[in-house]
């Protein structure tokens, strides 16, 4: 049986290691070179947190109605049926979630490639021929495989194992920040910012799309800690309060972060560096500090994945356990207590991701996909307010309707723009969605219509674990 062991802390770190990853330190720059003036600027990070919150209410009354190992999963099979909840699931596995470790895991590596020079991406370690391709291996891929299989190893040894080090480093991880942060603001600015400098002439609201689109990018991930509501040990209470702690915090320090950005290069120049973390510090302390900000962008990419190789995992349990995946992977470790089979698959499967290169280009097909699901997620809690509204619910969205609706609209906002601006990668995330059709037919068939008993959940406190 899981083990009902996180409280308000874990699921405020895990929300934290989710959103703070390489994004604020490298793709941030497209946010100041859409819009460049500086108040507008900080006000599209205030408001981009707002709309994370937004998400946070809606998807905590539904984590708290389902407190089940899975999260979303269970919020679209509830609301619309099965073959939902299976299609995320499925695309969760083939590329979203697994995609993502592959990436995060390559980029961590790439950052300790400033450091050692055998892990970079540029340094092929060996060419193996497979008929009419060949295989390059690198360094920065041997090391994102290292990490891969260290964190898997970690949290299959237990939840315990699993939070108490991803707590840690992400605690590290919000350190740096806040250094990053003081010191930012306590040196003289190397240049002055211009609050009131006029607003852009034309494309001003493509250039504020263009920038929020950034903006929310640089915030995804703030969901995440639902997949582990099976884990909590007061679901009601924990999980909407840590994730609104989480995004919080992460929402001043982002804002905090810009303002230090402008106090470093004016925007036009921080819009063109391709590392505006480390542009930024290299100006206000110097070229030596440089480096310093490269090991804050490693600490943070490896705790991002460190939450998601925590909390992904999750999604496939239930899946299984209701027979719409490999029946394998419903186990749960009668002694770490942890769905090992899920973490091993996860694991094995991101490893291929990484050594076929293919995991960025696959990502750039399921942004489509990804946000579908959040849109239809967000309806869900409009259906199951209609279709159940007896059901027992500890916590209600703040805000229900307008909080909600208006995550819905920006959720709808990027599948169109992602429909109209990148319509052939867009096609081939539905390609990938409509992969799982068949996969989901036969699962059904295999399964008949044996349904899923309620599994029991064990209510411990391990030693090491946080309390509420």
Not at 188 to 206: F, I
Not at 280 to 295: N, R, S
Not at 420 to 433: A, N
Request: aromatic share 12%.
């Amino acid at each position: 049986m899981l083990l009902r062991a996180l409280g308000t802390w874990d699921v405020s770190l895990i929300t934290i290691g989710m959103i703070v990853g390489s994004a604020i330190f490298i793709a941030a720059s497209i946010v100041p070179r859409e819009m460049p003036q500086p108040a507008l600027l900080i006000g599209l990070w205030c408001a981009g947190g707002l709309i994370s919150l937004a998400g946070v209410v809606t998807y905590a009354e539904l984590g708290t109605m389902f407190p089940e190992a899975g999260g979303q999963y269970h919020f679209l099979k509830e609301a619309y049926g099965s073959l939902y909840g299976f299609l995320f699931g499925w695309t969760s596995f083939l590329v979203i979630q697994s995609g993502a470790i592959a990436y995060l895991a390559v980029a961590s590596a790439d950052c300790l490639g400033a450091f050692f020079p055998f892990f970079r991406s540029s340094h092929e370690v060996v060419a193996i021929p497979l008929g009419v391709t060949t295989l390059h291996v690198s360094g920065s891929q041997i090391a994102a495989t290292i990490e891969i299989i260290f964190l898997s190893a970690v949290n299959y040894r237990g939840l315990r194992e699993g939070s108490l080090f991803q707590n840690a480093v992400t605690v590290i991880k919000v350190g740096s920040l806040l250094a990053l942060v003081v010191f930012g603001l306590a040196v003289p600015p190397a240049v002055e910012t211009p609050w009131h400098a006029a607003l852009p002439g034309q494309g001003l609201v493509r250039g504020l799309g263009v920038a929020m689109i950034g903006v929310l990018w640089c915030y995804d991930g703030w969901y995440q800690a639902t997949f582990c509501a099976g884990e909590i040990r007061n679901p009601s209470r924990s999980l909407p309060r840590g994730m609104l702690i989480g995004t919080s915090v992460t929402a001043v320090l982002f804002i905090l972060i810009n303002v230090v950005y402008l106090r470093a290069l004016p925007t036009m120049e921080l819009g063109r560096s391709p590392g505006i973390g480390e542009a930024a510090a290299g100006a206000l302390f110097g070229p030596k500090f440089a480096a310093l900000v490269t090991l804050a962008v490693f600490i943070a990419v490896f705790g991002c994945l460190s939450s998601n190789v925590l909390t992904a995992a999750r999604i496939y349990l239930p899946m299984a356990q209701d027979g719409l995946f490999f029946r394998s992977l419903a186990k749960i470790h009668p002694v770490h207590h942890t769905p090992t089979a899920c973490i091993v698959a996860q694991g094995v499967w991101s490893i291929v991701l990484t050594f076929s290169g293919s995991y960025e280009q696959l990502g750039t097909y399921v942004i489509f996909a990804m946000f579908l699901f959040h849109t239809a997620t967000g309806a869900a809690l409009f259906v199951l307010r209609r279709r159940r509204p007896n059901w027992p619910r500890a916590y209600r969205a703040w805000g229900y309707p307008w909080t909600s609706i208006v995550f819905i609209l920006t959720s709808l906002a990027f599948v169109t723009n992602t429909l109209i601006v990148r319509p052939i990668e867009s096609l081939w995330g539905l390609l990938l969605m409509a992969l799982g059709l068949p996969a989901y037919l036969w699962w059904r068939r295999k399964s008949g219509t044996r349904t899923r008993p309620e599994l029991p959940v064990k209510r411990i406190q391990p030693s090491g674990v946080s309390a509420d």
